[in-house]
C-alpha cells in the first residue's frame, strides 16, 4: 500500500507516520508513507525518521491543487491529518482556518477523485459538537461548533460526508477527544504547563478552571484511526474517546504534583471567548464495530510526557520561544 498522510510532520500526524513505519499496526509493515505538510509553525521534519527506505517527504499545501496533482497518483489511501488546530488563534482570525480546513479538504478530495485514491481518513476534533452538560456525544449529535476552529473542522467534515453521499468517495471520519503525549507544540495546556514549570514559569489557567477536557494519549489515538483506515464503513463517523474526564482545575493540580511544585505556580488569566464547558464522547460503536479501546492511562501517559518534555529541553525550547502564540493563550487538545 502507498498511503498518504497529510500534515504527517505535526504532533498527531507525525506519530501516526512513525507508528505506521516502525510496524506497529497489522497489515501495514509493508506501508510506503508519503508525508505531505506545509511545515507552519506547528510541523517539523525533526518528528519524522529521515532516512527511512518507507518514507518520503513533501513539503505542500493542501489547498495547492498543482502540488496535490503531483503527490497523490499512484497512492491507495490518505489519512487527512492537515489542519489548523489552535483555537485562540481562530479567535483573533479566522481566514487561515476556514482556507485551509474547509478549502483545503475540498482540495484534497476533488485531487482523491480524480487521482483513484481508493480510500480516505478524514480525521476530525469533538470540538464540532460544541459543549454537552452531561452525558456524552454520539456519532449522530448534531454539530454544533463555537469557536471558528471548530465551525471549520464542522465544515470540513460536511464536506468529507458530502463527497461521500455525492461522489461516492470511500471516506470514514473521525472525531477524537483532546489528545497529549511527547513531542506536542508547547503552544497546547499540557506541554505549555509542563515546559513553563520545568522552566520556572508560572502557568496560565483560564477563568475558573471548571472547565472539563477528556483526555486521549496520541498513540491511542493514532492506533484508532489505523482501525478506521483498516475496518471503518465508507460515510461513517467514529469517536475516539479517551475516557478520562478532568477540569482544567485538575489536569493542572496533577501536573503540578509531577513537576514537584504548588499552586503558587499558577496565574488565573481571563476566559476564552465562547470557551466551552464540556466535552464528552461516547466510543461505544468503535469499540462494537472494531474492538478498540484505549490502553494507556492517563497516571502513566502524564508520567511519560513529563519525564520526555524534563529529558529532552533541546527538542522544545527552541520551538516554544520562538514566537507565535503567547504562553497565555493555552489551548486544551485540537488534532495537529
Same mark, same amino acid.
Given at each position: 500500500?502507498?498511503?498518504?498522510?497529510?500534515?504527517?510532520?505535526?504532533?498527531?500526524?507525525?506519530?501516526?507516520?512513525?507508528?505506521?513505519?516502525?510496524?506497529?499496526?497489522?497489515?501495514?509493515?509493508?506501508?510506503?508513507?508519503?508525508?505531505?505538510?506545509?511545515?507552519?509553525?506547528?510541523?517539523?521534519?525533526?518528528?519524522?525518521?529521515?532516512?527511512? &527506505?518507507?518514507?518520503?517527504?513533501?513539503?505542500?499545501?493542501?489547498?495547492?491543487?498543482?502540488?496535490?496533482?503531483?503527490?497523490?497518483?499512484?497512492?491507495?489511501?490518505?489519512?487527512?491529518?492537515?489542519?489548523?488546530?489552535?483555537?485562540?488563534?481562530?479567535?483573533?482570525?479566522?481566514?487561515?482556518?476556514?482556507?485551509?480546513?474547509?478549502?483545503?479538504?475540498?482540495?484534497?478530495?476533488?485531487?482523491?477523485?480524480?487521482?483513484?485514491?481508493?480510500?480516505?481518513?478524514?480525521?476530525?476534533?469533538?470540538?464540532?459538537?460544541?459543549?454537552?452538560?452531561?452525558?456524552?456525544?454520539?456519532?449522530?449529535?448534531?454539530?454544533?461548533?463555537?469557536?471558528?476552529?471548530?465551525?471549520?473542522?464542522?465544515?470540513?467534515?460536511?464536506?468529507?460526508?458530502?463527497?461521500?453521499?455525492?461522489?461516492?468517495?470511500?471516506?470514514?471520519?473521525?472525531?477524537?477527544?483532546?489528545?497529549?503525549?511527547?513531542?506536542?507544540?508547547?503552544?497546547?495546556?499540557?506541554?505549555?504547563?509542563?515546559?513553563?514549570?520545568?522552566?520556572?514559569?508560572?502557568?496560565?489557567?483560564?477563568?475558573?478552571?471548571?472547565?472539563?477536557?477528556?483526555?486521549?494519549?496520541?498513540?491511542?489515538?493514532?492506533?484508532?484511526? +489505523?482501525?478506521?483506515?483498516?475496518?471503518?464503513?465508507?460515510?461513517?463517523?467514529?469517536? $475516539? +474517546?479517551?475516557?478520562?474526564?478532568?477540569?482544567?482545575?485538575?489536569?493542572?493540580?496533577?501536573?503540578?504534583?509531577?513537576?514537584?511544585?504548588?499552586?503558587?505556580?499558577?496565574?488565573?488569566?481571563?476566559?476564552?471567548?465562547?470557551?466551552?464547558?464540556?466535552?464528552?464522547?461516547?466510543?461505544?460503536?468503535?469499540?462494537?464495530?472494531?474492538?478498540?479501546?484505549?490502553?494507556?492511562?492517563?497516571?502513566?501517559?502524564?508520567?511519560?510526557?513529563?519525564?520526555?518534555?524534563?529529558?529532552? &529541553?533541546?527538542?522544545?525550547?527552541? $520551538?516554544?520561544?520562538?514566537?507565535? &502564540?503567547?504562553?497565555?493563550?493555552?489551548?486544551?487538545?485540537?488534532?495537529?
Amino acid at each position: 500500500m502507498r498511503l498518504l498522510v497529510t500534515g504527517g510532520a505535526g504532533f498527531i500526524g507525525s506519530y501516526f507516520a512513525r507508528s505506521l513505519l516502525h510496524g506497529s499496526y497489522a497489515g501495514h509493515t509493508e506501508t510506503r508513507v508519503t508525508v505531505l505538510d506545509k511545515l507552519t509553525y506547528a510541523g517539523s521534519r525533526d518528528r519524522l525518521p529521515a532516512t527511512h &527506505p518507507r518514507l518520503e517527504f513533501v513539503q505542500g499545501d493542501i489547498c495547492d491543487t498543482e502540488a496535490l496533482a503531483r503527490v497523490l497518483p499512484g497512492h491507495d489511501a490518505v489519512v487527512h491529518f492537515a489542519a489548523e488546530s489552535h483555537v485562540d488563534r481562530s479567535v483573533g482570525s479566522a481566514a487561515e482556518f476556514v482556507r485551509t480546513n474547509v478549502r483545503g479538504t475540498q482540495a484534497l478530495l476533488d485531487a482523491c477523485l480524480e487521482y483513484g485514491v481508493g480510500r480516505v481518513v478524514h480525521v476530525s476534533t469533538d470540538e464540532v459538537y460544541g459543549s454537552i452538560a452531561e452525558g456524552s456525544w454520539t456519532e449522530e449529535s448534531p454539530l454544533l461548533p463555537n469557536s471558528p476552529y471548530a465551525a471549520s473542522k464542522a465544515g470540513s467534515d460536511l464536506i468529507a460526508r458530502a463527497y461521500h453521499r455525492t461522489h461516492g468517495l470511500n471516506v470514514s471520519i473521525t472525531r477524537c477527544s483532546n489528545n497529549y503525549g511527547q513531542h506536542q507544540h508547547p503552544e497546547k495546556l499540557i506541554p505549555l504547563f509542563v515546559t513553563n514549570l520545568l522552566e520556572g514559569e508560572p502557568v496560565p489557567l483560564y477563568g475558573d478552571g471548571r472547565n472539563v477536557r477528556e483526555w486521549l494519549h496520541v498513540d491511542d489515538h493514532c492506533r484508532a484511526v +489505523a482501525l478506521v483506515l483498516d475496518g471503518g464503513r465508507p460515510g461513517e463517523v467514529y469517536n $475516539i +474517546a479517551g475516557g478520562s474526564e478532568l477540569t482544567n482545575l485538575e489536569m493542572t493540580e496533577r501536573l503540578l504534583s509531577l513537576c514537584d511544585a504548588d499552586w503558587s505556580r499558577v496565574r488565573r488569566v481571563a476566559d476564552r471567548k465562547g470557551h466551552d464547558l464540556r466535552y464528552s464522547l461516547d466510543g461505544t460503536k468503535l469499540r462494537d464495530e472494531l474492538g478498540y479501546t484505549p490502553r494507556i492511562t492517563l497516571e502513566d501517559g502524564l508520567a511519560g510526557v513529563v519525564d520526555w518534555y524534563r529529558d529532552n &529541553p533541546g527538542r522544545w525550547k527552541s $520551538i516554544k520561544h520562538a514566537g507565535g &502564540p503567547p504562553a497565555r493563550a493555552p489551548k486544551e487538545g485540537g488534532i495537529r
